[in-house]
């Protein structure tokens, strides 16, 4: 038998059978205990590849251009950053930097060091940190929301010019359910289990 | 509700990888390391309830010119206009975006308040040793992390007319300090939800059924 702690509530059960594909939750407080899924590893793995080539398109491409009487602007995240930092926002700026692009990218950047390992079944030094780091990023990673910032922001200036969708936009719209899939689809405490050699 | 822990032993439950282990015999005596993690090992999230009160005072103090002052400065063709969250929402819903003024309204200015009201009242109601509608609460509280995050949309519109709209007397827009109030509203809810310690709620339960328990036997 093993035992579950719920990660809300503290309450310790025994764990509960979970058929392929199901969830288990807190019978005393609600909160989801784990998602099984036979392929969680291999699923989320190719996921988290995907999100990591997307999210390079999403910084490298601007995402939207701002037309005005013949001059053209555009814009990638960098920038965004970059024209804060230039009206001596540091405060803002680094906000944005961090929630942006900083966490998202570093959220991904260990996912794939330690679930390709995971997924070979090899193991490489300082795994446990680098998932313990994923948690870690995660409330600070908001990149869903900077998709509906850029929605409002278009709006706004749709009246005063022409706006122009830029490549990032698209990869940002694919990155987001990717990324939001990975890290619903992950069993946390079967790559625990593997990171400690006990599965 | 019952208690319904399986195991009798007092036991202590990784923050992090969430492994459950045989609590050590004194409390003290230097940091318990998870086994399988490595991340330190608390009971409870150390000081939870006085951290979570410092943030959420600091929010508040910081909502007022968040909401007061104007977040950013907008001039179109030599005519400037400055505008706080509340007259950049209005802007939305005069231009007939309704559904995103809805969005901007809720995200900015009812979400903040919402979030600051229910861990001050989560807060309270541990500190008072409640044993009201734990299972509520509990759902509250995630309730409040999902939802958070949402109110940085304003903060990322600012960015993204500063990075687009440079345009001299044409088109230009530009910061202005109400932002920084308003991030900082949004970063100090953020901390406050991750200092509170979601357990805490149901020691209340766990107490009160020891007793039972000792008068029992």
Redesign the interface.
């Given at each position: 038998m093993r035992i579950v702690g719920c990660q809300e509530c503290d309450a310790v059960m025994e764990e509960p059978f979970v058929p392929d594909g199901g969830a288990a939750y807190c019978i005393r407080c609600g909160a989801l205990l784990f998602r099984r899924h036979h392929r969680t590893i291999e699923v989320c793995f190719a996921l988290v590849v995907a999100a990591a080539i997307l999210f390079v398109v999403a910084n490298l491409y601007p995402f939207l251009a701002f037309e005005i009487q013949g001059q053209m602007t555009q814009t990638t995240l960098l920038h965004g950053v970059r024209a804060l930092l230039d009206q001596g926002e540091r405060g803002v700026a680094s906000l944005v930097f961090m929630t942006a692009i900083a966490s998202p990218a570093a959220e991904i950047a260990l996912l794939l060091y330690v679930l390709g390992p995971v997924y070979f079944g090899r193991r490489v030094p300082g795994m446990a940190a680098a998932f313990r780091w994923v948690e870690r990023f995660r409330p600070w990673s908001m990149m869903e929301v900077f998709l509906i910032g850029i929605f409002v922001a278009g709006v706004k200036l749709a009246d005063l010019a022409e706006i122009v969708p830029g490549t990032a936009l698209w990869a940002f719209g694919l990155l987001i359910p990717i990324l939001a899939a990975a890290s619903n689809f992950l069993d946390a405490e079967l790559v625990w289990r593997r990171i400690a050699g006990e599965a | 509700?019952a208690?319904?822990?399986?195991?009798d032993w007092p036991?202590v439950?990784c923050?992090?990888?969430?492994?459950?282990m045989r609590a050590p015999q004194r409390e003290g005596g230097g940091a318990l390391g998870c086994p399988?993690?490595?991340?330190i090992v608390h009971r409870r999230k150390p000081e939870s309830l006085s951290r979570t009160m410092a943030f959420l005072i600091a929010a508040t103090i910081c909502y007022f010119p968040a909401n007061f002052y104007p977040v950013m400065e907008s001039t179109?063709l030599g005519r400037a206009q400055e505008d706080t969250i509340l007259t950049?929402i209005v802007?939305?819903a005069e231009?007939g975006?309704w559904p995103?003024a809805a969005?901007?309204f809720i995200?900015s200015i009812v979400v903040p308040i919402a979030k600051i009201v229910s861990l001050l009242g989560l807060v309270l109601s541990v500190r008072w040793r409640s044993r009201w509608r734990?299972?509520d609460r509990?759902?509250t509280?995630?309730i409040v992390?999902l939802v958070g995050?949402?109110s940085?949309?304003?903060?990322?519109?600012?960015?993204?007319?500063?990075?687009?709209?440079?345009?001299g007397t044409?088109?230009n827009v530009?910061?202005r300090f109400g932002?920084?109030f308003f991030?900082?509203v949004?970063?100090l809810t953020?901390l406050a939800?991750?200092s509170f310690d979601?357990?805490l709620?149901?020691d209340a339960l766990e107490e009160g059924n020891g007793r039972e328990r000792a008068r029992a036997s």
């Open positions: - | 509700m208690n319904r822990s399986l195991v036991h439950q923050h992090v990888c969430r492994i459950v399988r993690c490595g991340a179109s950049g802007y939305l231009s975006m995103l969005i901007v995200a734990p299972r509990a759902a509280y995630r992390g995050r949402w940085m949309v304003d903060v990322y519109v600012v960015t993204i007319l500063v990075a687009l709209v440079h345009m044409l088109a530009e910061v932002a920084v991030a900082a949004v970063v953020i939800a991750e979601p357990r709620i149901w």
